[in-house]
């Protein structure tokens, strides 16, 4: 059972926001734990991919998401024991991700292993619905921004240095949909947590978004 004791740092935010090498850079500064949840989805995406399991079949995909085989290791992650760090990045994947992340049952499936990354000395967690829906009680919660076009240039980077073909324009209309259908769903939508710090990081170095959560940090720590 997590210790509900133990810190949890939360950071929210959109596709390409640039949360998960924020949430990373700060949980290897504390010594942290760290959770990517969106990886969990895209994990069950890639396993739905890989099965042909109907899209339609809710029931078929709450079980993929229930019986995810996979574990992490460093930055490398592995869904039964191959490693899939980069094919979970695909864009059709994580579209896919984002499309069955509107089913409450997924999300419901999903629930317990997120909250098993709770573990000592401490975790920071990203994704769209840390902060409002799993660790509702994080000490420090963090709504994480940026523009469509500071976005989209991030994740051409990021797919092109992981050996996928990418385009501007597609890019940013893929993130314009995926926003509205991650924000417009009506569970758990992506949206910034009750008392959560706004970051807004389109003209910040990631160092520069780092050090302002590890200061947030720092004021939220009783003396
Ligand atoms: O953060 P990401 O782009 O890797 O997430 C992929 C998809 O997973 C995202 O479009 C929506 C979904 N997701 C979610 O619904 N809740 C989370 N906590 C994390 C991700």
């Known amino acids: 059972m997590p210790?509900?004791?133990?810190p949890v740092i939360t950071i929210d935010g959109p596709t390409a926001s640039g949360k998960g090498t924020v949430a990373q850079r700060?949980?290897?500064?504390?010594?942290?734990?760290?959770?990517?949840?969106?990886?969990?989805?895209?994990?069950?995406?890639?396993?739905?991919?890989?099965?042909?399991?109907?899209?339609?079949?809710?029931?078929?995909?709450?079980?993929?998401?229930?019986?995810?085989?996979?574990?992490?290791?460093g930055a490398?992650?592995?869904l039964a024991n191959e490693d899939v760090s980069n094919a979970i990045r695909a864009e059709e994947?994580?579209?896919?991700?984002?499309?069955?992340?509107?089913?409450?049952?997924?999300?419901?499936?999903?629930?317990?292993?997120?909250?098993?990354?709770?573990?000592?000395?401490?975790l920071v967690a990203d994704g769209r619905d840390m902060g409002t829906v799993?660790?509702?009680?994080?000490?420090?919660?963090?709504?994480?921004?940026?523009s469509v076009e500071a976005r989209a240039e991030r994740r051409y980077k990021q797919l092109i240095d992981k050996g996928f073909s990418a385009n501007m324009e597609d890019l940013s209309k893929d993130l314009a949909e995926r926003?509205?259908?991650d924000s417009n769903r009506s569970s758990a939508p992506l949206k910034a947590a009750e008392g959560a710090y706004l970051l807004d990081t389109s003209a910040m170095?990631?160092?520069?978004?780092?050090?302002q959560v590890l200061?947030?940090?720092?004021?939220?720590?009783p003396i």
């Open 3 to 6: 210790n509900p004791h133990i």
């Open 26 to 73: 700060v949980a290897q500064h504390l010594g942290f734990h760290y959770l990517d949840s969106g990886a969990l989805y895209r994990l069950t995406a890639l396993s739905v991919i890989r099965r042909d399991t109907p899209l339609d079949d809710e029931h078929a995909l709450a079980k993929a998401a229930e019986h995810l085989h996979c574990h992490f290791n």
């Open 93 to 122: 994947v994580g579209n896919l991700a984002s499309k069955i992340a509107a089913i409450p049952t997924v999300r419901q499936a999903l629930f317990g292993l997120q909250l098993s990354f709770r573990q000592h000395p401490g």
């Open 179 to 181: 926003d509205a259908r």
């Open 134 to 146: 799993i660790f509702p009680h994080a000490g420090l919660k963090v709504f994480l921004t940026a």
């Open 205 to 211: 170095t990631a160092d520069q978004a780092v050090e």
């Open 215 to 221: 200061r947030w940090y720092a004021a939220t720590k």
């Open 76 to 78: 490398h992650i592995f």
